[in-house]
């Protein structure tokens, strides 16, 4: 069921974004509202912990779900009314405090449901039902299609009813006989405390922030300027199921690598580093042959030929989005991977994920502003480029330094220890 909630919430929600500019709202509408989105997911994943600690993981995951529904509905206003990317941008907003919301609720109940055995079934499960969402969401094109938007509309909403048929986790018996019991966040007091120590302990992560901020920058490009720019919705749609499938495939791919125990662990970090390399100057040098050839004024001009999948044109820039697709599920794969290689105290390993997730909401909600504001298309592609290059040179000595054939058992650095408010330690 919880995957079946991210199945029609931000699984449906990653089709439509990957459709560019949604298929319906004019790009600088869409821009903007993932910059709003991002900036408010930013902050709000710092206090979803403790809102989760109150209401619980079953309440906050229905009002993170919430968030989908209001941003998916706004598109099918765009149909209704014109004039309405206020409403667009604003529910993008709402939606990054929503996702904040929901994320935390879903870490909580996937770490919670599974006893030792079952963890990896468990979330193999989860992660096949949700990526779904965006295969199955890329299969129908939304376009101008009112009726489709509202197939669209109802799907998020069933999502946000499910957690309503969902037993409380405390209610919860699993098969070996023991209670669910749902993992306590930290305060967000404590977790901005957490934060700094984490840093101290283990500066080094310092290297992974440009690899960090990349990891959600090429999107803008992808979707909005090359996707929602040169294709017609016909192609967009086929191009973004391709793209999901893509994913994981890429997932697995490096993965595997990654997993490849004949192989030492360090070979096997810089293996997978190399392969990114290889795969961020494959796609941008093939990409930037396209790229040259269209500008942001001559897609708005009239007359402009959008290209659809029966063109002859079609077959290579198609192929390319399949490698953009398989680049990125690599980057995300390969960027949890190093964290996990650097630790194996859960307390420091969650401070860490949380710097990935704010830098890199950081990043995106900067580069969608750019978009809304016009900036030329290469010079996005260039910063596209230019970025991943520089997050894997500087991940190149974080890997030299860190990555050790064994992670060696850190001590749990305790944030009991925060001068001003040892109370907070009661929310570990």
């Not at 996702?99 to 770490?111: F, H, K």
């Not at 979707?223 to 749609?237: P, V």
């Not at 290579?316 to 390969?334: E, H, N």
């Not at 978009?371 to 000595?397: E, Q, R």
Request: charged share 10%; proline share 3%.
């Amino acid at each position: 069921m919880l995957g079946f909630v991210c199945f029609m919430c931000p699984g449906l929600f990653n089709a439509l974004n990957g459709l560019g500019a949604g298929g319906q709202v004019d790009s600088s509408t869409s821009a903007n509202a993932n910059s709003a989105l991002y900036a408010t997911f930013a902050v709000a994943a710092f206090f979803a912990g403790s809102i989760n600690n109150v209401l619980g993981s079953k309440l906050t995951l229905l009002l993170g779900s919430c968030g989908y529904a209001l941003y998916i509905g706004s598109y099918l206003a765009v149909n209704i009314h014109e004039n309405v990317s206020g409403f667009v941008i604003g529910a993008g907003s709402v939606l990054g405090v929503c996702a904040g919301l929901l994320w935390t609720a879903q870490g909580s109940l996937m770490l919670a449901y599974p006893t030792e055995s079952q963890k990896g079934m468990f979330i193999a499960i989860f992660w096949s039902i949700f990526n779904l969402g965006g295969v199955v969401g890329a299969s129908v094109s939304l376009g101008q299609n009112f009726h489709s938007t509202i197939g669209f509309v109802i799907l998020t909403g069933i999502g946000v009813l499910i957690p309503l048929l969902m037993v409380d986790p405390h209610k919860v018996i699993r098969s070996d006989g023991t209670r669910v019991t749902t993992p306590r966040h930290p305060s967000w007091k404590t977790e901005f405390w957490g934060l700094w120590v984490a840093l101290r302990t283990d500066p080094y992560i310092i290297l992974l922030f440009p690899m960090f901020f990349a990891s959600n920058w090429f999107y803008t490009w992808q979707f909005n300027d090359f996707n929602g720019a040169i294709f017609n919705i016909r192609a967009r749609s086929l191009n973004n199921l391709v793209y999901w499938l893509a994913q994981i495939i890429g997932s697995v791919s490096i993965g595997f690598l990654l997993d490849q125990h004949r192989l030492s662990r360090r070979l096997r970090a810089f293996s997978a580093w190399c392969v990114l390399l290889v795969m961020v100057f494959v796609v941008h040098v093939w990409a930037y042959f396209y790229q040259k050839n269209y500008t942001r004024e001559q897609i708005h001009s009239k007359g402009f030929h959008e290209i659809d999948i029966y063109d002859s044109e079609y077959t290579g820039r198609v192929m390319l989005f399949i490698f953009c697709g398989l680049l990125d599920a690599m980057w995300q794969t390969t960027a949890y991977w190093m964290m996990g290689a650097m630790s194996n105290d859960p307390a420091k390993l969650a401070h860490f994920t949380g710097f990935y997730k704010s830098i890199q909401s950081a990043g995106a909600a900067g580069i969608w502003r750019g978009d809304a504001v016009g900036l030329p298309y290469m010079n996005i592609f260039i910063s596209t480029w230019v970025l991943l290059v520089a997050g894997l040179v500087f991940a190149l000595p974080m890997i030299h330094m860190r990555v050790q054939e064994t992670s060696e058992d850190d001590e749990m650095y305790d944030l009991e220890s925060e001068p001003s408010d040892h109370a907070l330690t009661s929310n570990r």
